[in-house]
């Protein structure tokens, strides 16, 4: 690609770059673009990536991990220059954040703090994961190997995910186990982290009714008689469902 257009395609995802932060971040309301530039971590982080991966794929020799290694002293972020990022990715706050050499990021992705985009052994080739557009990773959310994040899916917040995960999805947990919000999918960047579903606490209420079952049939087997005023096994969720939503809805 010549240098003018390499220019302008930088110039161009710096741009799309800043507007995803203001849409994003209701931090954003009243500061320009130039203090945004010199104070947002997220941003620096993603000019200096912006810079390093055009100057890797021009197989300029030392620069490219010269600029990453001093964008991840400044910053707290860690973005490999071999790593492909698509335009109007948004890290929020930005600490500790990884990405490393053959991960994928499509469009309008958020992270937040804490994110790692790792791999899970030392083979050469892909070994990192693939974002697809519109995904929401949450803070301190780990995504290992080479799997495939699809189009619109939401990682909790904590969630260690190792497996593909669907279009639409909200993953939860170590290992991160796919469920749903609500029974419908959730629109829009923001994730609300406090009413995600608790799939340990809905197997374990599933064991609860089977066990419960299995004592009205074998009552019924040898004749004796349950207790029916006996209370069934209560299953409390492994966190508290009350309260706003985080997002702001």
């Known amino acids: 690609m010549p240098a003018r257009d390499l220019f302008r395609r930088v110039v161009r995802e710096i741009r799309r770059d800043l ?3 203001r849409e994003r971040d209701p931090a954003t309301r009243g500061v320009g673009a130039v203090e945004m530039l010199a104070t947002w971590p997220g941003i620096q982080a993603l000019l200096a990536h912006r810079v390093a991966h055009a ?17 991840r002293s400044l910053t707290g972020i860690e973005i490999h220059p071999a790593a492909k990022i698509g335009e109007g990715l948004f890290i929020d706050h930005g600490s500790g ?3 490393g050499e053959t991960a994928e990021i499509g469009e309008d992705v958020t992270l937040y703090q804490g994110v790692t985009l790792g791999g899970t052994g030392f083979a050469i080739g892909k070994r990192h994961p693939t974002v697809e557009n519109c ?15 699809g189009h619109g899916a939401k990682i909790g917040a904590g969630s260690v995910v190792v497996a593909d995960v669907p279009a639409n999805a909200t993953v939860v947990g ?11 999918q959730v629109e829009g960047p923001d994730a609300d982290w406090i009413h995600l ?27 004796k008689t349950l207790d ?4 069934a096994a209560t299953v409390h969720p492994l966190r508290p469902v009350q309260g706003r939503n985080p997002a702001g809805g």
């Open 174 to 184: 170590v290992p991160g186990h796919p469920v749903r919000v609500d029974g419908r």
């Open 97 to 99: 954040v990884v990405i």
């Open 19 to 21: 507007a995803a932060a």
């Open 135 to 149: 995904v929401t990773i949450g803070s301190g959310a780990k995504l290992l190997g080479p799997i495939t994040i």
């Open 55 to 71: 100057l890797y794929e021009t197989r300029v020799p030392l620069l490219p991990r010269a600029v990453a290694y001093a964008a």
């Open 228 to 231: 029916e005023n006996r209370e």
């Open 197 to 223: 579903p608790d799939p340990v606490a809905d197997a374990i209420r599933a064991l609860s009714a089977r066990v419960a079952e299995l004592e009205r049939e074998l009552a019924n087997a040898t004749g």
